[in-house]
């Protein structure tokens, strides 16, 4: 097992413009920053910081149970495990409720970003992690993720490496990379992510017109910010690849993941616009 270290990616402090415009992320920014200022001159305790679970389901009963167990096994217990649950029509709904520490919500919206958004709405904690209903967390996982936050006031969320597996008796899925079954990899994705309440007040919710990559870009939004990130290097998540696992190579899912990388570098580009004051102008 590796030594716990992280690697910062990205620290900068300069509010750049989104989709939403300079208003809105220069708000965000100036939010974040005196949250942060608080956090770094002592005004917000740091320590046992308490962690909300969200766990976006519809139809996950196959698998949901062995999720909740991980969840529940923590060494750094939560303060609450949410089922964000958008219509589910198998016992989904039964098996999170026979859990009495689970809190079962319905969801505002439809798709997995408003499920996400549901869960930061309805939750209370200081952070926030995310996991899916096939996959499992070795019971370290806050614990590690805590630890090196709490560690490291700058830091708005970190990440860490991922281990896939095949279900038994199921075959790759299409769009999925065989390669990837093979030793372990780092992981900015949704199960491995633990975050600062206040990063979503910065970097901002979920896009719930994405029916798909979603996460790409939330994460390519914090990216594009300057979010102060790290990736805590060690295996906290067991991603489980099975039948139904959603399509990687779907025409809807390459149109998503297209213009959220359009979006990245449109953003990209005009923060390397400089506009000249006005008696410097070219005439």
Known sequence: MRAEAGRRTVCGRNARRTDEGDAAVTRRMRAAQTA???????????ADPAVS???????????????????????????????????????????????????VVPQAGMGIASAYNTGIDVTCGDLLAFLSSDDLWT??????????????????????????FLEPGCAVPP?????????????????????????FDLVGRFDPRLSTGEDIDWFSRAIDLGVCTAVVERVLLHKRVHDKNLSLNDAESNRNLLAVVKRSLDRRRERFVQIPPSGDRSR
């Not at 019971?139 to 896939?164: E, G």
């Not at 900015?188 to 600062?196: C, D, K, N, P, S």
């Open 36 to 46: 942060l200022a608080d956090v770094e001159q002592g005004v917000i305790a740091v």
């Open 53 to 103: 679970v969200i766990m976006a389901v519809k139809n996950g009963a196959r698998f949901l149970g062995a999720a909740i167990d991980s969840v529940l096994a923590q060494d750094y217990r939560p303060v609450e495990v949410v089922v964000v649950e958008e219509g589910s029509v198998d016992d989904t709904v039964s098996i999170a409720r026979s859990y009495p520490a689970v809190r």
């Open 139 to 164: 019971p370290d996982k806050l614990s590690a993720q805590v630890r090196y936050l709490r560690a490291r006031p700058p830091v708005q969320y970190v990440t860490a490496r991922v281990r896939f």
């Open 175 to 199: 769009g999925f990379k065989p390669g990837l079954l093979e030793g372990d990899h780092v992981g900015h994705i949704m199960e491995t992510l633990l975050a600062r309440r206040q990063v």
